[in-house]
């Protein structure tokens, strides 16, 4: 994965692109479940009032976290020598580390409620296959591009 030159700017946005994400799955997800939503998690008690500033600053931490995660695992900055397949495992592993340690500490849903556990994990998986689909067709897209453009220099220097 060829990496650019990044800025912290770089980073706010992802943070941010990432936190605009999040948001939009908790908006659909609440529309979705309903007012029974309210009942059984922190992250709804509003119910269709507009989310908390906790929650939405738990949810801002939730990204940065990501975002950190992502810098660390799926970037070729601080870990060179892993597999790609082993850095994205890791980095799914540490995202779901840190969702777990957010529904403890800030009671996102009972830990004893199954069916928010089973709805959580569906729902990662779900993200988590949109996420890889969007992944690999914007990286064709990529290559595709990158291929044409080569393509384009092989044949001026054949010209030649």
Not at 15 to 38: C, H, K, R, S, W
Not at 61 to 87: E, H, N, P, Y
Request: proline share 1%; charged share 15%; with cysteine.
């Amino acid at each position: 994965m060829m990496e650019e030159n990044k800025t912290i700017y770089s980073y706010a946005g992802q943070v941010f692109t990432t936190f605009g994400v999040i948001v939009t799955i908790f908006i659909i997800l609440g529309m979705v479940v309903g007012e029974e939503a309210g009942m059984t998690s922190t992250l709804f008690e509003e119910n269709f009032h507009g989310y908390s500033f906790a929650t939405l600053l738990q949810l801002l931490l939730l990204a940065f976290f990501i975002t950190l995660g992502r810098m660390v695992f799926l970037t070729d900055r601080l870990i060179k020598s892993m597999s790609l397949i082993a850095r994205s495992i890791c980095f799914v592993t540490s995202v779901i580390v840190v969702v777990i340690s957010f529904v403890c500490l800030f009671g996102w849903f009972p830990l004893s409620n199954v069916r928010s556990w089973i709805g959580f994990f569906g729902l990662f998986t779900l993200c988590t296959a949109i996420g890889i689909i969007v992944s690999s067709m914007k990286e064709k897209a990529e290559n595709k591009k990158m291929e044409q453009a080569l393509e384009k220099i092989r044949q001026k220097e054949f010209k030649k």
